[in-house]
């Protein structure tokens, strides 16, 4: 990732681009919470994720807004981001539908979730260490302590789900997520390398 990161902070016109792809995904997380497992009375901690994947989604895009001084400004890659979140919700979806014979959303929640933190916390933190910027360095510290909270829970309880299949760990999981986020970083790639 540190290649493409590198290019991103580079120029601040295209940091603010991918701050709002970060938005843009934070925006679809918390989407996705509300309609799988946010009806209804959804426990403490769902909401919590919620309300934090909001607050990501909002702060990222105050940034775009602080930093762009209020222009309108278009995702880096914005497609590519979609298809990556939309592909590892209906992928993990399906593989654990396979596994346990049967639809679940609150397994697919915890499944997809923990994923998507696994790579968060490895984005978030390079991305903090490259940044020129101070105040996207500073939002990012608050966001890596919210996500790392996520993680022990959701791995935890997503390890639980798997175990009961007789699946020892992630590594499933992370390949099929590994092979989508590989999409986008071709994207990521070749924009920051148009815009040289």
């Not at 807004?65 to 992928?91: S, T």
Request: charged share 25%; hydrophobic share 40%; glycine share 8%.
């Amino acid at each position: 990732m540190r290649p493409w990161l590198q290019k991103i902070v580079e120029k601040p016109e295209r940091e603010v681009s991918w701050l709002q792809t970060l938005s843009l995904l934070e925006s679809i997380g918390a989407r996705k919470i509300a309609k799988t497992v946010g009806r209804g009375s959804p426990s403490l901690e769902v909401k919590e994720h919620l309300a934090d994947e909001e607050r990501h989604a909002v702060a990222f895009g105050g940034l775009v807004r602080q930093l762009a001084g209020g222009a309108e400004v278009v995702p880096l890659c914005g497609e590519a981001a979609v298809g990556y979140f939309q592909g590892l919700d209906r992928q993990v979806s399906h593989w654990m539908t396979e596994l346990s014979g049967r639809e679940d959303p609150w397994q697919n929640y915890l499944l997809v979730t923990a994923l998507i933190e696994r790579r968060a916390m490895r984005l978030y933190p390079l991305y903090r260490q490259l940044t020129r910027n101070d105040l996207v360095r500073d939002e990012l510290g608050r966001i890596i302590e919210e996500e790392a909270r996520h993680r022990q829970t959701i791995e935890g309880q997503g390890l639980k789900i798997l175990q009961q299949y007789g699946v020892s760990d992630f590594a499933a999981g992370m390949r099929i997520e590994a092979g989508l986020f590989s999409r986008l970083e071709v994207a990521l790639q070749c924009a920051t390398a148009a815009t040289q």
